[in-house]
């Protein structure tokens, strides 16, 4: 994974609320072992008309939204399943980073653990961002270190993180590469208990 202390960049909105992770990636994708190639099929259903072309209306396909990097969403964002694909196609598409008034648990943590930054603020900051957001171009500055979210207008909120996920994040880690970190450690211990038998 790769890791960022500040991130600016293009904000997009999608102003809906109890987005469900089949939603976010139909269960028809999952047959992919990989956790990349997901990004194309990222909310199917509403990006895809009936003869798989693109959908005009649907926030992500106009031409202003394109190379957006942050995802700003209404309540209870990534409900449902517990499918970890979900910030998988998050990612594959390009977010690092999305902000709402409230996610699914389980989601929130799947985000964590794959590098996307999943952002809580109150309703109406994320009503703010939202009506914002719909007017490009638009961008937001996340620093992770300072637990702040700002744009060039004012804007400026505070949002929570541990300092667990914020060290984390701000690395690139995941928990594999935390464990290799202790790699001699690990075999010294195997060694050394090869060596009582």
């Not at 939603?23 to 990349?36: A, C, S, V």
């Not at 590469?177 to 060694?191: P, V």
Request: aromatic share 12%; hydrophobic share 40%; with cysteine.
């Amino acid at each position: 994974m790769s890791g960022f202390t500040t991130l600016t960049g293009k904000t997009v909105a999608l102003d809906r609320v109890n987005v469900d992770t089949d939603q976010i990636i139909p269960k028809q994708f999952l047959k992919r072992i990989e956790k990349t190639g997901f990004g194309q099929f990222l909310f199917y259903g509403w990006r895809y008309l009936e003869d798989d072309k693109l959908n005009p209306e649907f926030e992500l396909n106009q031409p202003e939204n394109q190379g957006a990097s942050i995802l700003v969403a209404n309540e209870n964002f990534g409900c449902g399943s517990s499918r970890e694909h979900a910030p998988w196609a998050l990612l594959d598409y390009g977010f690092k980073v999305v902000i709402a008034p409230s996610f699914a648990d389980i989601f929130y943590q799947n985000c964590l653990k794959n590098g996307i930054v999943p952002i809580r603020l109150e309703k109406e900051k994320v009503e703010y961002l939202l009506s914002a957001a719909k007017k490009q171009p638009y961008e937001l500055t996340v620093n992770i270190e300072e637990e702040i979210v700002s744009d060039s207008q004012g804007f400026k909120a505070s949002f929570p993180i541990s300092d667990y996920w914020k060290k984390m994040l701000v690395n690139g880690w995941d928990e594999i590469e935390i464990t290799l970190q202790l790699d001699e450690a690990i075999s010294k211990y195997e060694q050394e208990k090869a060596s009582v038998k």
